[in-house]
Structures are given as C-alpha cells and as structure tokens.
C-alpha cells in the first residue's frame, strides 16, 4: 500500500486540530477520569492518617475504586482511569509501608508527572514530538507526518504546551512533597498535597487544551499528509 493510500483510509477526523483534540481528551479522561482517580486516593489517605492502619486503608479505597468500577461496567464503559487509581494507590500503599512516611502517598503522582515531562521532552529535542505521534494514530500512518516540516513544527509547539501542565505541577508539588516529608510540615498536610494534586489536574489541563485550541484555531491542517 502506497503512503497516498494509507493516508487516505477512512477515518473521522478531516484536521489534525480535530484529531488532537479527540486524542488528548481520550488520554486524560476527562472530569469523570479525574474523579475515578481521585476518590480512592483521598480515602486511602484519610483513612491512613487516621487509623495507621494499612490492611482497613486499602479496604476502603478499594470499596470506593469497586463500586466506580462496577458503575462503568454496567455503563459497557472503558475501566482504564478506575484500574489506574487502583495502580496508584497500590504503589502509594508500598512505599508509605517501606518507609513508614504518609507524604510517599503523593509519591507516584510527582514521578508519573516527572516520567511524562521527561518522555516529552525528549520527544521535542529529538524532533519526534508526541503529539505527532496522536495525529499518525488516526492518520493511517505513525510516522508520515514526519516527512512534513510544517507538522513537525506545529506538533513540536502543541507538546510544549502538553508539558507545561506536568512542569507547573512538579514545581508546585515537589517542594510540598519535600516539606512534609522532612517534618517541616505536618502529616496532616498530606491531604493538602493531594488537594493541591488534583486541583492542579484537569484545571491546569484545560488551560493547556485552551493555549492548544488558540494554536489549532489558526488553522485547519489536513489529515491527509499528501495535501
């Protein structure tokens, strides 16, 4: 098959504004996968600053992540974000188990935050920025769009902007995580790092996706890399 070919096969997306779009709303979720990956958290950590109590912590945000998953199958729905959660909070309960400090709770996010930021980051420098990779995904072709310089340019701009989010978070987070950690904050200040987490998810994403959508909007590009 030709690459004209390949670029042409059906799909439902006519731009590649419309299908960044569609993939990066896919990949965060949304409000709701926000959500499935929040509750669990907050309970296991209440629960744990509470009671010291690991088996009863991860019961409960276990019940809270099952009646989620429950939800989402009898919807015939994705269960991706409950089973995330679930990931989370089982890394966050082995590490609080090894070193005994409730701050490691917010751990895995700072390092999720931290891998992503680096994995884009390198993706710009060696010119293969990820977005690029998301356009290829519904193009027909992962790597077509390559041959264009004007796409590279324009998906180099949009993962810049895509890593904004996780370089603010760890600026923010990495400091608080520190001062709990090292007792000059309180336990009790754990919650506060979670909070502070998740109001600075799906927020800070939607000014990311605003900053995109004001890029994309100057322009309408072609799926098909031939045109």
Excluded at 180 to 188: P, R
Excluded at 204 to 220: E, K, N, P, S, T
Aim: charged content about 15%; glycine content about 8%; aromatic content about 8%.
């Amino acid at each position: 098959m030709t690459s004209d070919a390949k670029s042409l096969q059906p799909t439902a997306y006519d731009t590649v504004e419309a299908a960044v779009r569609h993939q990066l709303m896919k990949a965060l979720g949304g409000k709701r996968g926000m959500i499935e990956a929040a509750v669990p958290t907050l309970a296991f950590t209440i629960s744990w600053l509470a009671t010291k109590d690991m088996k009863q912590s991860l019961l409960i945000s276990g019940a809270f992540a099952a009646v989620l998953l429950l939800v989402r199958l009898a919807q015939k729905q994705s269960v991706q974000f409950v089973l995330n959660s679930v990931f989370g909070i089982a890394i966050a309960a082995f590490f609080v188990s090894r070193t005994g400090d409730a701050a490691d709770i917010a751990l895995p996010g700072i390092l999720v935050n931290a891998l992503w930021a680096a994995g884009m980051l390198l993706s710009i420098v060696t010119r293969w920025p990820v977005v690029g990779f998301m356009v290829g995904s519904v193009a027909g072709d992962p790597v077509e769009w390559r041959k264009d310089p004007g796409m590279v340019k324009l998906c180099t701009k949009l993962t810049w902007l895509l890593l904004a989010p996780n370089l603010i978070r760890l600026v923010v987070q990495v400091p608080l995580y520190l001062a709990v950690s090292n007792g000059m904050l309180s336990e009790n200040w754990v919650v506060v790092q979670l909070v502070v987490k998740y109001a600075m998810g799906w927020p800070l994403q939607i000014a990311a996706f605003a900053a995109m959508g004001w890029v994309l909007a100057r322009g309408r590009t072609p799926v098909n890399a031939s045109a």
